[in-house]
């Protein structure tokens, strides 16, 4: 599977942003979708995940409320508002089996390259 993302950019606090990652397959209905993050000096991590067995999402503590993960056929998206100076950082979108529960990098097989979004004044 290969990805590619895109949509990040210079926002100031406050504004919007949608991230999206387009997938070289029919469907993500067969994936477990994830969009991960990592900031200047800092471990990536798990921003919000879609587990494709039960529909349930995952979003991490920092970004509940604010972001909406989602997919349409082959291409996953990330919906980021009220984006805050914390949120910079690199993002990137991740595929894994269908069986994937959880939002850990070492579970997702496949990454696409990173978007980076910055939200500065």
């Known amino acids: 599977v290969q990805l590619q993302a895109s949509g990040g950019g210079l926002v100031q606090p406050g504004d919007s942003l949608r991230l999206s990652c387009l997938a070289s397959?029919?469907?993500?209905?067969?994936?477990?979708i994830g969009w991960f993050r990592q900031a200047p000096g800092k471990e990536r991590e798990g921003v919000s995940c879609?587990?494709?067995?039960?529909?349930r999402t995952y979003y991490a503590d920092s970004v509940k409320g604010r972001f909406t993960i989602s997919s349409a056929r082959d291409t996953m998206y990330l919906q980021m508002n009220s984006l805050e100076p914390e949120d910079t950082a690199e993002y990137f979108c991740?595929?894994?089996?269908?069986?994937?529960?959880?939002?850990?990098?070492?579970?997702?097989?496949?990454w696409g390259q990173g978007t980076l979004v910055t939200v500065s004044s």
């Open positions: 879609l587990f494709s067995h039960n529909g």
């Open positions: 991740a595929t894994g089996s269908r069986l994937v529960d959880r939002c850990n990098e070492a579970a997702y097989e496949y």
């Open positions: 397959v029919f469907t993500l209905d067969d994936y477990a």
